[in-house]
């Protein structure tokens, strides 16, 4: 018998075509995959400071509202998210911090919190500032203390950071009053 009609198929450049929208498409799910590692580790990274955050607001919560590692020691920054000098995206020391790494044990304080160590094994840094929030009453004694931790970390050739707020009451009543 016969053929009764022509036998069809894919030509060359038919196939070429489809193989060159294939690989294009590979490329694209490829590069979704690296942006995917890339925010995942962002996430990753993200978690572990605002864990870090956490841990010095619980220990913070137990100081004493008259602890020396509580004062406020540069009014500049008055732990005020939108001050200039609260920015922290410079080099260590280039802004105005209230306390950091070093205050920890101030006065021979204990810590026990996250060691220091296990901060910089992620190039991460924590800082707090306070400032005294004076005064619904009119009595010139502060009834207050905000206090804003932060946890920085590099990337991108500039910082990220978590801040947390905390504040402490004056447990003082009659400077309250």
């Known amino acids: ?22 690989l294009i498409g590979a490329t694209g799910m490829m590069a979704m995959n690296g942006q995917g590692v890339r ?15 956490q841990d010095m607001v619980a220990q913070l919560e137990l ?10 020691t540069s009014t500049a ?43 910089a094994a992620g190039d991460f840094e924590r800082y707090w500032n306070v400032a005294e929030i004076d005064d619904a ?9 905000r206090i804003a931790v932060i946890v920085r970390w590099p990337q991108g050739g500039g910082y990220r950071r978590i801040v947390l707020y905390l504040a402490k009451a004056n447990p003082d009543p009659a400077e309250r009053l």
Do not use: C, K
């Open 63 to 72: 100081w004493d509202y008259t602890d020396p590692r509580l004062a406020n």
């Open 77 to 119: 920054n008055d732990a005020d998210y939108g001050d200039a000098a609260f920015a922290f995206e410079g080099a260590p020391g280039s802004f105005a911090a209230d306390h950091a790494e070093a205050d920890l044990t101030m006065g021979g304080a204990a810590w026990n919190g996250l060691p220091t160590a296990d901060l």
């Open 137 to 145: 009453n009119g009595n010139g004694v502060p009834d207050a203390r």
């Open 39 to 53: 925010m995942n580790a962002d996430g990753r990274r993200m978690t572990r400071a605002v864990a870090i955050a």
């Open 1 to 22: 018998m016969r053929p009764t009609g022509r036998q069809r198929g894919l030509t060359l450049i038919e196939a070429m075509i489809a193989m060159a929208v294939l």
